[in-house]
């Protein structure tokens, strides 16, 4: 399963939060850390590999670039809370270099703490200082009750961003590894072996995904031609679009464009 790197979230790098009933979220990471509590139901969970049936009065924990995502089996009641890193740098310092080993929090006694730190700090959000104080209550409170290990290699967060934000912007050009890595002023092979090394898949195999991505959005449009689709979201040949896509999907364009026809 590969996993997105969620633009929308990166861009609105604000402190978040909100209530959802029967939630499902893709495989995504961002820059944010993300907790996330399961109010009433059940939901599965999913963070770095590791998974759960998370069940009421507990949450998981989703620090920076923490691959996570949320499933409802039947019914749930759930709230989430999005904390960007500026707002707990000590935080940020202190774990740098490490791994959450287990990212769920089972103690419902530290979770209520959480959700009543939660509650006051929403009741005086714009009192700046008590916000902050909260918000290390939180935190402190959550890394009381998850441990770590070290990162086998540790990575440059800020170039992460870099290239994931030069590809969303620039993927319908005719961009490679070496027009990236010359606009952001790296040796080529470096670039290859960081993004492979941060998000366990290969630049140019992330490139035609998110190519694929755009692709998918406009068919579901049902006003463009194949031929479109294609050169619009950066492929340059019809027969590199379609040997893509029967990759990915395992089956062709067409084949999928007449089966969503069908459902109109």
Do not use: W
Not at 82 to 90: G, N, Q, S
Request: with cysteine; aromatic share 14%; net charge positive.
């Amino acid at each position: 399963m590969k996993a997105e790197f969620g633009f929308k979230r990166e861009q609105n790098n604000t402190l978040f939060y909100k209530e959802y009933q029967n939630d499902k979220g893709i495989f995504h990471f961002h820059s944010q850390i993300e907790l996330y509590f399961v109010d009433s139901g059940e939901m599965e969970i999913c963070v770095n590999g590791y998974k759960r049936v998370v069940k009421k009065g507990e949450m998981s924990v989703s620090f920076s670039y923490d691959a996570h995502s949320y499933k409802t089996p039947k019914a749930s009641k759930s709230s989430v809370l999005i904390i960007p890193t500026y707002l707990c740098e000590k935080l940020v310092n202190k774990i740098k270099g490490k791994r959450s080993t287990s990212p769920f929090i089972t103690d419902k006694d530290a979770v209520k703490k959480i959700k009543s730190c939660i509650s006051e700090m929403r009741e005086n959000i714009d009192n700046e200082i008590l916000r902050l104080g909260y918000i290390y209550v939180i935190l402190g409170t959550v890394i009381g009750n998850i441990s770590f290990k070290d990162r086998e290699k540790q990575t440059d967060k800020e170039l992460s961003s870099k290239i994931l934000f030069y590809i969303n912007e620039n993927f319908r050009k005719n961009i490679t590894v070496a027009t990236i890595s010359k606009d952001l002023g790296y040796n080529p092979s470096y670039i290859s072996r960081y993004f492979k090394a941060c998000f366990n898949i290969g630049i140019n195999q992330y490139l035609c995904i998110i190519r694929l991505k755009n692709a998918l959005m406009l068919m579901h449009e049902h006003s463009h031609n194949i031929a479109y689709c294609a050169f619009e979201s950066g492929f340059n040949s019809m027969r590199t679009f379609y040997r893509a896509f029967n990759n990915e999907f395992g089956c062709s364009p067409k084949e999928y464009s007449e089966e969503i026809y069908s459902r109109i």
